[in-house]
Structure formats: structure tokens, C-alpha cells
């Protein structure tokens, strides 16, 4: 599943974990409240989403639900980030995270504990 996941698309996937299945009538009522969209913006992203595989339609009703966690989206999204800007060092996008923030010492633990776990 290589493709670039557009922010408008994360907005109909944001949609579909908060409600689960929902009809495309019904997203494009949230859509139209959250953010704007007319019902055939809302449609076009959708029919994005589904030719991607990232949500299944399903009749009757045009019922939706997404195909993929928030949980591998963020996976996903965040390799490709440490790709791209990282030449693949994820040790280099925790520096850069880090670069001029001091730390409380419960994050330096919760930190030293997920290294501990990676290992």
C-alpha cells in the first residue's frame, strides 16, 4: 500500500474512527460541520479513500467504514516522514524533536523506557 495519504483524505478517515460505519450522508453532514465541505467535495474524497483501499463502501445506503487504524496511518505517515526529511534516521527526527526542549523528568523516563522496549 504505497501512496500519499492527502490531509483532506485523514479528515474523512478522522471522521470514520471517531463514528465508526457511517452512511456517506452522514460524513458529508460532519464534513460540511467541521470543516466546510459540500456534499460532492465530501463524495470525491470518499471515492479517493475507497480507491486507495483506506475505507470500504458498502451498499444498501452507501455505508463506510475505515479499512485502516489510526494506529497504521500514523505508522505509515511518520516512516515516510523519516524518509524523506530523515534519510531514514529515526534517531535523527528524535534529535531534531528534541533540539532546545527541555525535558521534565518523566519524559526523559517514559523515553528511556521505550528505547529499553525497542531493543
Known sequence: MEYKIFDSELKIL???????ELTAKEIAAQASDQVGWSK?????VLKKCVEKGLVAREEPGF???ALASREEVQRRETRGLIDRMYGGSA??????LLD????SGEEIAR???????LK
Open 40 to 44: 460532492t467535495t465530501t463524495y470525491t
Open 63 to 65: 455505508r463506510c467504514r
Open 111 to 117: 523515553l528511556r523506557r521505550l528505547v529499553e522496549e
Open 91 to 96: 534517531d535523527r527526527l528524535v534529535a531534531s
Open 14 to 20: 478522522e471522521i470514520l474512527w471517531k463514528g465508526g
Open 100 to 103: 532546545g526542549k527541555a525535558l
